[in-house]
């Protein structure tokens, strides 16, 4: 059996926890993994070196989308296996690979799935999954995660959404793989790296609105005309007035369901 690694942010939940997690591997072969948990994500890099240096070939991610994300920037370009468990508040990256929130099926998709490999984001020298992006979408998250989002979970985005929306508003001036494609003024910015960015709100088909403009890439310039934050797979990041955002092809590999023979 190849090397198995696990790497879990100790405060997330899914199923019967942490010590099902272990039996469930146990029952499936993988008696000892390496172990590592993190109380917090941004304690992630290191725990993801050791495994590395111990030649794991798979790490089980257990955690949300801001752990899945400090997972892929330590693993980009290396030939490790990552198999999603999504323990986390929002899930968007797992969501997205059909992977389930059942513990006993993530794992087994973990063993027995297929492996893809799969493009990501760099947005200022980092990686990310599922989107980035700046305005209103970057102020809710660095509310939500003052405590709120623990209490309410995902309902924490809505309030702080409502909180934010007249302020979240900056000038901005958009490229698009060298062409300029956007001038003015708007309250949100999402450069998505999968097809479901907008699972948390509530605001229904983005695309349709006339208030919404989208377009598709493989590089772009944002200047900003002030410093404000951003956010990554929803991880706020310090204030800044330029984000510099391109596609790197087949940079992770990811455990996926299996496809149904036609």
Known sequence: MTGVGVLAHSAKTLGGGLEELRKTLATNGISDPMWCEVPKSRFVPEQVEKLLKEGVELIFVWGGDGTVQRV???VAGVPVALAILPAGTANLFATNLRIPKDLE???KIGLNGDQRQLDVGLINREHFGVMAGTGLDALMIRDADAGLKDKVGRFAYVWTGAKNVRKASVKMRIEVDGTAWFKGKASCLLIGNVGDVI???VIGDAA???????TTGRAFDVRLSKAVPYEIDGGVRKKTKRLKVKVEPGAITVCVPREEAP
């Open 72 to 74: 892929i920037d330590a």
């Open 105 to 107: 099926e993530a794992v």
């Open 199 to 201: 699972g948390r709100s």
């Open 208 to 214: 349709a609105s006339p208030f919404v403009e989208t």
